[in-house]
Antibody, heavy 120, light 106 residues
């Protein structure tokens, strides 16, 4: 059974660095073709793909946010991390991690999402 | 950047209706178009991938079509559990979601 779960700070101040963790089970990120992506959704709005890391450790970033994003994974291939630097109010959103395979764009399993509020 | 425009933004329909949701890309996306369903308070769910491929476990009343810049999600007979927001998503050049169509019961 594939499951993913996001965790994060809940709230942080503008200009700080947001650190998020995606913990998953039921698959291994070391399996060829596997990809984990981060996607966010401000309340009541659409979705925005942020970043991805694949089974080979290759990393992909949304070009419009690339300078602020860092995606990584742990050596046991059961967790993926996302850091966003210099956050502001516009980064307030629910952050999801999602699994994909065979090319990375078919997000077939999603976490429940974690709400992050940026506020002073 | 490829922009995705969905129409209508809100659609009201009755149970049993045939429903069509539209998605238009700002350039040719070569059928690299997925549809996601998001119910209130839940994560999105993959319905259709690469224009017309039904994801495992999704009811056959859902279907997709299109090419070039214009794509459609059709629900052949609307059910109460289909009330949700539907997002199209292109993966031809990076990844972009549409703004969504909110489907309501009339």
């Amino acid at each position: 059974q594939v499951t993913l779960k996001e965790s994060g700070p809940g709230m942080l101040q503008p200009s700080k660095t947001l650190s998020l963790t995606c913990s998953f089970s039921g698959f291994s990120l070391s399996t060829s073709g596997m990809v984990v992506s981060w996607i966010r959704q401000p309340s009541g709005k659409s979705l925005e793909w942020l970043a991805a890391i694949d089974w080979d450790g290759d990393k992909y970033y949304n070009p419009s946010l690339k300078s602020r994003l860092t995606v990584s994974k742990d050596t046991s291939n059961t967790q993926v991390f996302l850091k966003i630097t210099s956050v502001d109010i516009a980064d307030t959103a629910t952050y999801y991690c999602a699994r994909a395979k065979l090319g990375g764009a078919l997000f077939d399993y999603w976490g429940q999402g974690v709400m992050v509020t940026v506020s002073s | 950047d490829i922009q995705m425009t969905q129409s209508p933004s809100v659609l009201s329909a009755s149970v049993g209706d045939r429903v069509t949701l539209n998605c238009k890309a700002s350039q040719n996306i070569n059928k690299y178009l997925n549809w996601y369903q998001q119910k209130l308070g839940e994560a999105p769910k993959l319905l259709i991938y690469n224009t017309n491929n039904l994801q495992t476990g999704i009811p056959s009343r859902f279907s997709g079509s299109g090419s070039g810049t214009d794509y459609t999600l059709t629900i052949s007979s609307l059910q109460p559990e289909d009330v949700a927001t539907y997002f199209c998503f292109q993966h031809n050049s990076w990844y972009t979601f549409g703004a969504g169509t909110k489907l309501e019961l009339k």
